[in-house]
């Protein structure tokens, strides 16, 4: 399996790819001090805040979806699959290292963002206001497991379809149905919920944005375990969905 991963990631070497893993963290870090700033002191005391909840709300799922998309954009534009096709492999081996790969580089990403976290912590002494530094870490590590299904979907999505349909139906879905369902009682219905779930207690923030009042409901920790295994176990389903489907390619 390491072969596997190895070849994966020399294929991405100078590529985007490599390029989004700290160029989408610093623009949904610049993005949330920005509007920090123009909300005045009050609210720039909430910027580290701010930054994880704009990250789970949106910027997690762009990265996933670019990553897996940009991907498979490799393979399309080259052979189409051809090459890999016709080389001895085992095409089920190589679909699981891309999804490890994806889940490398997400992770990957996720910590350029906890580093662009720390930072601002230490640029603005008020920040983080509601919760501690290392609440903030914690949230966004939880929110990377909360989020894992969505990475065999992406690849198997994008290889159905497109980039361009992956990153609008995965960053839409995501910012409009996992927002609204977030805070209410059937968030586990929606998977596109989960990981803003887990960042509600550990940030003490609303997903939209807003402080919540000390003893809320929505700040129960009990959710996090519950989001965790849902996001497991839908990780598994998918990884088995996405494998099977590539290796049909064998046969077409």
């Not at 590529?15 to 700033?37: E, Q, V």
């Not at 919760?131 to 979907?153: D, E, N, R």
């Not at 149905?177 to 989960?194: E, N, Q």
Request: charged share 10%.
């Amino acid at each position: 399996m390491y072969v596997y991963v190895k070849s994966e990631i020399l294929k991405t070497k100078r590529t985007s790819i490599r390029k989004m893993l700290w160029l989408i963290p610093l623009l949904c870090s610049l993005l949330a001090l920005g509007f920090s700033f123009l909300g005045g002191p009050e609210i720039i005391r909430l910027s580290t805040e701010t930054i994880i909840n704009q990250w789970g709300i949106l910027w997690l799922s762009v990265l996933i979806a670019l990553t897996a998309g940009l991907l498979n954009n490799l393979e399309f534009k080259s052979t189409r699959f051809k090459t890999v096709i016709g080389l001895p492999i085992n095409l089920q081996k190589k679909e699981i290292s891309r999804i490890l790969l994806v889940t490398e580089f997400v992770a990957l990403g996720s910590l350029i963002l906890i580093a662009f976290i720390i930072l601002t912590s230490l640029l603005l002494q008020t920040s983080p206001y509601l919760v501690s530094l290392s609440s903030c870490i914690l949230a966004v590590i939880l929110v990377f497991v909360a989020a894992l299904w969505q990475i065999p979907f992406c690849l198997w999505l994008s290889r159905k379809t497109n980039l361009l349909i992956t990153l609008l139906l995965n960053s839409m879905l995501n910012l409009n149905m996992g927002s609204f369902f977030a805070p209410t009682k059937d968030w586990w219905l929606i998977p596109y919920s989960w990981h803003l779930r887990v960042q509600i207690p550990l940030t003490k923030l609303h997903s939209n944005g807003i402080p919540l009042p000390p003893n809320d409901e929505l700040l129960s920790y009990s959710v996090i375990p519950i989001a965790i295994i849902l996001s497991l176990l839908l990780f598994l389903i998918f990884s088995f969905i996405s494998v099977k489907s590539f290796s049909k390619l064998e046969v077409k």
